[in-house]
């Protein structure tokens, strides 16, 4: 959906290093959500918050850290990448009138972790 | 701890046939069941979505399959064509979860011409 963005599209990075995945979003939603996609394990929920102020860990947290710098962005963090972190990242979106019922996600980040 | 288990990982069914995946899920405070659907190098979308107070439901070439008592749902697709080959999920959601979607594993369909 091109209306959710991600940045970059690929990333290739070393063991121990920091790094940064950006999502921006134009549909003016105000509930964002970070993902990380593993064959064979679907989807699972890193992060989620539903406005500025309001940061939640999802079921995989550790290891990551995110931030919601205005409504339309949201960061997530790889304090220390490690080779297990390799995978698919997706930044989803959603209106709080729908709650969870309908996300857009972004077209994802492909992360190597060597 | 995957609260919502999805079978098969993989499927090839021939254009024309009927493409047939189970979902189980075990939390009964679930009340809303979604399917995306996602291409190849693109995010899933929504694609059809069910409440447990219905046992079917119907769009076009997608039906979903809904029964409560055995906390099982799943996903029909009729005549399916090449454009349906794409990885599906099925989720699971209930109105005091803070927007939370739990994903089932995923199924790899693919259609033959």
């Known amino acids: 959906d091109a209306d959710v963005t991600q940045t970059p599209r690929n990333r290739i990075t070393k063991t121990g290093k920091r790094i940064m995945l950006e999502c921006s979003q134009t549909k003016g939603h105000d509930r964002m959500y970070w993902y990380r996609q593993d064959p064979g394990l679907g989807l699972r929920l890193i992060y989620y918050s539903f406005d500025v102020k309001d940061i939640n860990k999802g079921e995989i947290s550790d290891g990551y850290s995110v931030s919601r710098q205005a409504q339309a962005k949201f960061s997530l963090s790889l304090e220390s990448a490690i080779p297990n972190q390799t995978a698919l990242y997706f930044c989803?979106?959603?209106?709080?009138?729908?709650?969870?019922?309908?996300?857009?996600f972004g077209p994802g980040t492909r992360l190597l972790v060597l | 701890q995957q609260q919502v288990k999805q079978s098969p990982q993989s499927l090839i069914v021939q254009k024309g046939g009927i493409s047939i995946i189970n979902c189980a899920y075990e939390n009964t405070a679930f009340d809303y069941f979604p399917w995306y659907q996602q291409f190849p190098g693109k995010g899933p979308a929504l694609l059809i979505a069910i409440r447990p107070d219905v046992s079917e439901k119907k769009e076009g070439r997608f039906t979903i399959s809904f029964n409560k008592s055995a906390k099982q749902f799943s996903l029909h697709i009729m005549d399916s064509q090449p454009g349906d080959s794409a990885t599906y999920f099925c989720?699971?959601?209930?109105?005091?979860?803070?927007?939370?979607?739990?994903f089932g594993e995923g199924t790899q369909l693919t259609v033959n011409p």
């Open positions: 989803a979106t959603s209106d709080r009138r729908q709650g969870a019922k309908t996300q857009y």
């Open positions: 989720a699971a959601t209930y109105e005091t979860s803070g927007s939370r979607l739990t």
